[in-house]
């Protein structure tokens, strides 16, 4: 009987613990024009952990969303860009270190909401690791199935039924797909990403209103 208690005991804590580990962390992104909450997916383990450490240490408090593009996307992360002259030229800043890839597609794609990992161009990084610290969160545009079947006619890369109606629907960055690690998403402050995307930038896609990440903080 007593073993029968025990065996009970450490299958209900394994239980507990595969549980805990299957839970995604969320984090609060505090920003002058508002809130964003985003997930962070599970699998890809080194993006999260990277992201969870910076934000435990405060590395994203004062910076920049330094790069908007209407359509694409809002990019921030450079340590650079916190306390910057509106003339500053950003978006080379890091901590001097990359982030191997690791792409999930197609089960993540480039849809609006997404969040992922900037990195350097292809040229000087064919494998596609990961900033330190910058990323971007896709806003991206709405394709048509006229769009979508040319894109597939040029790339040779047949989309999934998700990715063609996510596109269609949601819209997004499909260029992207394959290419850049996605590592989570917004689950709430999709409205707050669509303000910042919408400002007026400067010739290097710079916005001429600051807008800064606060604090950004893990919850729960």
Do not use: W
């Not at 394994?14 to 992104?29: G, Q």
């Amino acid at each position: 009987m007593k073993r029968s208690i025990a065996a009970l005991i450490i299958t209900l804590f394994s239980l507990t613990v595969c549980a805990d580990n299957e839970k995604e962390t969320k984090v609060l992104i505090d920003t002058d024009f508002g809130k964003i909450t985003v997930r962070l997916y599970n699998e890809t383990p080194q993006h999260r952990d990277n992201f969870i450490k910076l934000v435990n240490e405060h590395k994203y408090d004062g910076v920049l969303f330094h790069r908007v593009i209407k359509q694409f996307m809002i990019q921030a992360g450079d340590p650079t860009s916190v306390n910057a002259p509106p003339d500053k030229k950003l978006g080379t800043g890091d901590l001097g270190y990359t982030i191997p890839a690791e792409i999930v597609y197609p089960k993540y794609f480039h849809k609006a909401g997404q969040l992922a990992a900037a990195r350097q161009a292809d040229e000087t990084n064919p494998e596609h690791a990961s900033s330190a610290t910058q990323f971007y969160i896709v806003t991206g545009k709405h394709y048509t199935d006229y769009d979508l079947d040319k894109m597939e006619q040029e790339t040779g890369k047949k989309l999934t039924p998700e990715e063609r109606e996510a596109y269609k629907v949601e819209g997004g960055a499909p260029h992207l797909d394959g290419a850049y690690t996605v590592f989570g998403e917004v689950i709430k402050g999709m409205k707050v990403v669509r303000k910042i995307e919408l400002l007026e930038t400067d010739g290097n896609d710079r916005p001429r209103k600051n807008v800064k990440i606060k604090t950004m903080k893990i919850i729960k």
